[in-house]
């Protein structure tokens, strides 16, 4: 069976006969011969680039500052995470257990097919196999996700666990992607990764600690009970957020160039936050979400990218 002409031939008026009568070449642009898979491969990546600048600024920021071969694969990691934290944190009016359930499923299958339908999915498996992830780390994080869908207390060993889940893992995929595939690399960087990704989340769980208890009735810290979070309770946190920061620092001066500012600026933000929030007394945090105004964000990114030119970090 003869192959189908690409469409811009078969709309292209057909050219007048030489005189020898053969018929003469049409130069079709190159972009219109990239279709099937590679096409909708494309078009899932940038779905995934779509899914992070909408949903998060500061990331972005972050990922500008990678070489530009790896922000593709942290952007499909990010659409992929996002997705599922949506799934158990703001899709209410819906079934979210069988959501979730679905995207699990769906996970697997993509994985398992190296293909999906879902244009996230399909994003997220391509950088799964190209940077050579652990497919525990992804079951991992979806196991975290599922206890978002009734958990709303923690015990030590509970918090400790989810923040591997939920955090730690995805460190690690970024972490895959970072040293490309350099397996001494990735060993040698794990436990700093950990603690990257532990800290990052912690934080997230302090600033967002009246939001997740009023809007969802949950609460992380193992056996806080918000009537009991006090100044006390507060330095406690706070300690343990900065050991992992200082741990994970140590991880972040030996990253490859090619990654380094990108984590180095993602870090700094983090670490603004805290400070802002450890200068705040306990009862702030309570009553509104802490921020990084954007014009901060902007000089935080130029002084990241100054510091690490100078070789200063």
Same mark, same amino acid.
């Given at each position: 069976?003869?192959?189908?002409?690409?469409?811009?031939?078969?709309?292209?008026?057909?050219? @007048?006969? $030489?005189?020898?009568?053969?018929?003469?070449?049409? *130069?079709?642009?190159?972009?219109?011969?990239?279709?099937?898979? +590679?096409?909708?491969?494309?078009?899932?990546?940038?779905?995934?680039?779509? *899914?992070?600048? @909408?949903?998060?600024?500061?990331?972005?920021?972050?990922?500008?500052?990678?070489?530009?071969?790896?922000?593709?694969?942290?952007?499909?990691?990010?659409? =992929?995470?996002?997705?599922?934290?949506?799934?158990?944190?703001?899709?209410?009016?819906?079934?979210?257990?069988?959501?979730?359930?679905?995207?699990?499923?769906?996970?697997?299958?993509?994985?398992?097919?190296?293909?999906?339908?879902?244009?996230?999915?399909?994003?997220?498996?391509?950088? =799964?196999?190209?940077?050579?992830?652990?497919? @525990?780390?992804?079951?991992? =994080?979806?196991?975290?996700?599922?206890?978002?869908?009734?958990?709303?207390?923690?015990?030590?060993?509970?918090?400790?666990?989810?923040?591997?889940?939920?955090?730690?893992?995805?460190?690690?995929?970024?972490? $895959?992607?970072?040293?490309?595939?350099?397996?001494?690399?990735?060993? @040698?960087?794990?436990?700093?990764?950990?603690?990257?990704?532990?800290?990052?989340?912690?934080?997230?769980?302090?600033?967002?600690?009246?939001?997740?208890?009023?809007?969802?009735?949950?609460?992380?810290?193992?056996?806080?009970?918000?009537?009991?979070?006090?100044?006390?309770?507060?330095?406690?946190?706070?300690?343990?957020?900065?050991?992992?920061?200082?741990?994970?620092?140590?991880?972040?001066?030996?990253? +490859?160039?090619?990654?380094?500012?990108?984590?180095?600026?993602?870090?700094?933000?983090?670490?603004?936050?805290?400070?802002?929030?450890?200068?705040?007394?306990?009862?702030?945090?309570?009553?509104?979400?802490?921020?990084? +105004?954007?014009?901060?964000?902007?000089?935080?990114?130029?002084?990241?990218?100054?510091?690490?030119?100078?070789?200063?970090?």
């Amino acid at each position: 069976m003869n192959a189908r002409p690409p469409i811009a031939q078969v709309h292209a008026p057909k050219p @007048a006969p $030489s005189r020898a009568g053969a018929v003469q070449d049409i *130069t079709v642009p190159d972009e219109l011969l990239i279709t099937g898979k +590679p096409l909708f491969d494309s078009v899932s990546r940038r779905c995934s680039a779509l *899914t992070t600048k @909408a949903y998060s600024t500061s990331f972005s920021l972050g990922i500008r500052m990678l070489h530009r071969d790896l922000r593709e694969p942290i952007q499909a990691i990010y659409g =992929f995470v996002r997705f599922a934290d949506e799934i158990v944190d703001t899709f209410h009016h819906f079934d979210k257990v069988e959501l979730l359930d679905r995207f699990k499923r769906d996970t697997h299958l993509a994985i398992e097919e190296r293909i999906s339908l879902n244009p996230i999915l399909n994003s997220f498996q391509w950088a =799964f196999w190209k940077y050579d992830m652990d497919l @525990a780390h992804v079951d991992k =994080f979806l196991e975290s996700m599922e206890r978002d869908l009734d958990q709303t207390a923690y015990d030590r060993d509970g918090y400790d666990d989810y923040i591997v889940g939920s955090a730690e893992v995805v460190g690690l995929m970024c972490l $895959s992607v970072f040293v490309a595939g350099n397996r001494v690399q990735y060993n @040698a960087l794990l436990p700093h990764a950990r603690s990257l990704g532990a800290a990052f989340q912690k934080i997230n769980f302090l600033r967002d600690l009246q939001a997740d208890w009023e809007g969802l009735g949950r609460t992380y810290f193992p056996g806080l009970n918000l009537a009991d979070f006090d100044h006390d309770a507060k330095k406690t946190i706070e300690g343990e957020i900065e050991a992992d920061f200082e741990h994970a620092y140590q991880g972040i001066l030996r990253l +490859p160039n090619s990654s380094r500012l990108g984590v180095y600026m993602a870090y700094i933000y983090y670490m603004r936050l805290f400070r802002k929030i450890r200068r705040l007394p306990h009862h702030r945090v309570l009553e509104e979400r802490i921020r990084i +105004p954007n014009r901060q964000k902007a000089a935080l990114l130029m002084g990241s990218y100054l510091r690490h030119q100078l070789n200063l970090l």
